[in-house]
């Protein structure tokens, strides 16, 4: 268990390159504000379970995904100083229908998602954080779904070697093609051919 002083310096760290917090805030934020462990194949979402957190990757990965037609489709890899915000969950607060699974050894800080709204109506650089957090997570997609449209398959599997270079060692290869938008076969032919 970490003490508070601890706790604090984490915080700050990852969430600097969103906000600067003055130390009253930043006390307000530790105080709804949980770091956990996850060991690998650990659960941070599981499909049914309501999202009550937005969290930001401390150490390790995360591999967002989902069920369609009976496959395990990968929607997104969440490494270090990224967020995981399940959306259609945490606004809703419907059951997910998306899993949130720890690829590594991995850590994060969880934020409680109604005490945060609760302090962002409050203090302002609490929902300014708030709102950059968001952001963050919108322009992960944004760039996510840009790759899929229009990069070429080469081209997609370098940009994510590159952004992901643990994952692109460590994921296995279908949530790695599914990912990707293409066949395992066509992964495994690029591997081959590609060096990075």
Request: a negative charge.
């Amino acid at each position: 268990m970490l003490d508070i002083s601890e706790k604090k310096e984490i915080v700050s760290q990852f969430i600097a390159p969103f906000v600067t917090l003055f130390d009253d805030d930043l006390e307000q934020l530790c105080a709804i504000t949980d770091i956990r462990s996850f060991s690998r194949g650990d659960t941070l979402l599981a499909e049914g379970q309501i999202a009550r957190y937005i969290c930001i990757v401390t150490e390790g990965m995360f591999r967002n995904h989902c069920k369609v037609g009976g496959k395990d489709c990968t929607e997104s890899f969440v490494k270090e100083g990224d967020v995981v915000m399940p959306a259609e969950s945490l606004f809703s607060q419907d059951p997910s229908t998306r899993l949130v699974t720890s690829l590594l050894e991995s850590k994060c800080i969880c934020i409680s998602y109604e005490r945060i709204l609760e302090c962002s109506r409050q203090n302002v650089k609490i929902h300014d954080l708030l709102v950059e957090m968001f952001k963050a997570a919108l322009m992960l997609e944004r760039s996510r779904m840009d790759d899929a449209l229009i990069s070429s398959t080469k081209a997609r599997y370098i940009n994510f070697c590159n952004k992901y270079p643990e994952a692109s060692i460590s994921a296995n290869v279908s949530h790695i093609a599914s990912y990707l938008h293409m066949a395992p076969e066509t992964l495994s032919r690029l591997r081959s051919s590609v060096l990075l």
